[in-house]
């Protein structure tokens, strides 16, 4: 038989071990939950997380802005990401801008989108991942790493590159078309054909009008992005 003086050992081991667990478990979720939303650049203090991220070296993340769910897979819009502990925007984007945000071994991966139509595809339009940015943790801090490109460049035939330029400098004012078409132009550009970057950054004088409104934003937002990835490689 187990004498008095085991048992008591084992008893209070167990409720060491007990407190033990609980205290580790307690300081994780206290954490978690303590991150919200605070005043960023695209984001409001009332908002309620859409996503929060606790790192190995116990900081947390909060992502709050705006979501959809298309194909299965999220898409974060205006959007900032806090530094729970120090309440700081680490990284932001626009309306405009269509991110995914992976999370994989103790880190935050931010994927940046563009919406193109693609050739292998018959033209269908669909988000290409074009940058993507981490967020690590660094001693006692979370740190958020430059933004790199990430656009692997598509294989579309010479012909059908010359095909569709031909066809865009023949192409005279806006229609139902031209968003499709300065989609087109910018993709070309951005596969690196140095003719639909020269006839990108000449839009206005290729269709032969002033742009304005939607397409206008198109069009300055297709510039930055080209522009960001060649003076990035």
Known sequence: MINDKVMKARFLFLIFLSFSLISCVGKTENQTDNCKCYQGKWSLP???PLLTYQFSNGKSISVCGYKEVKNKKEIFSEFDIFDCNTEKSLIAHTALEACYIELKEDTVVVQRLYYLPLPSQQWKWSY????????????DTIKALKETPKFATLK???KEQDAILKLLQNKKGIDNESETDLAKLQLLA???????????QNYEQVVGQKLDGAIKEQWTMALSTVKWLKNTH
Not at 128 to 139: G, Y
Request: hydrophobic residues 50%; aromatic residues 4%.
């Open 128 to 139: 290409v991942p074009i940058a993507e940015q981490m967020l690590i943790a660094d001693n």
């Open 46 to 48: 009332e908002q309620t």
């Open 190 to 200: 951005m596969c690196g054909n140095d003719t639909a970057w020269k006839m990108l």
């Open 156 to 158: 579309i035939a010479e």
